[in-house]
């Protein structure tokens, strides 16, 4: 009879290769007590960030300790001078980002995002916009939400509202808590895509700083 982990990593195993984003060649997978570990090197760091999206979404999966390395495409790699003129051009090019308030710092192709921003989205955003520039190693995500002052209350049924309006299946399967511009989320959704809609309701809703997500995707095998 096979453990509870070895159940959880055949699990995992099965998700990465199951996701078209994940660059499942060469990932190694390790589970203590429900503690995920990933390991082996991938080509973006939007690929890096696959792998992990896609084991948070196993059920069985408490924490992911993600060690997979970025490696830059073969040949010289840019400069950090280049590669933060890359990282202007693509946030002035993004237009939902506000791009005039965002500052970035590179060193050795590791990218520190600084500034402010009225959304979480934007934020989010920001970070998307760069990590398949190449060059790019890592992405340090430190803008500011731009600081809003609604009662939980009202950011918590604006919430819920558009749960309704967007996710009506899932809505009665969730749970969310609203403490000072921080959103916590509980329960299971149906599939990756409304994981990603109900995470995203949550982050454009103004007053929200912070989304603590505790999603789990439940799967069939």
């Given amino acids: 009879m096979i453990s509870q982990d070895e159940e959880i990593c055949r699990r995992v195993l099965l998700a990465l290769n199951a996701d078209s984003s994940v660059e499942n060649t060469g990932l190694s997978v390790q589970v203590d007590q429900g503690v995920l570990t990933l390991g ?129 299946q899932e809505a009665n399967r969730l749970r969310l808590e609203v403490h000072g511009g921080k959103v916590t989320l509980f329960g299971a959704v149906s599939s990756p895509d409304q994981w990603q809609l109900v995470l995203h309701v949550a982050r454009t809703t103004p007053g929200v700083r912070v989304v603590d997500d505790h999603l789990v995707v439940e799967q069939r095998y």
């Fill in 40 to 168: 082996g090197i991938a080509s973006s760091w939007t690929a890096r960030l696959a792998a992990e999206r896609a084991s948070h979404g196993v059920a069985g999966v408490l924490d992911v300790a993600n060690e997979i390395e970025v490696n830059v495409a073969r040949g010289p790699a840019p400069d950090d001078a280049n590669i933060a003129r890359a990282v202007r051009n693509a946030l002035e090019w993004k237009v939902l980002v506000p791009d005039s308030r965002i500052h970035s710092t590179v060193t050795h192709g590791h990218v520190r995002l600084t500034g402010d921003v009225d959304y979480w989205s934007e934020r989010e955003d920001a970070a998307r916009t760069i990590r398949d520039i190449v060059g790019v190693r890592e992405v340090v995500n430190e803008i500011a939400i731009k600081p809003t002052h609604p009662a939980s209350h009202e950011v918590k049924k604006a919430i819920e509202d558009a749960l309704l309006r967007y996710a009506a």
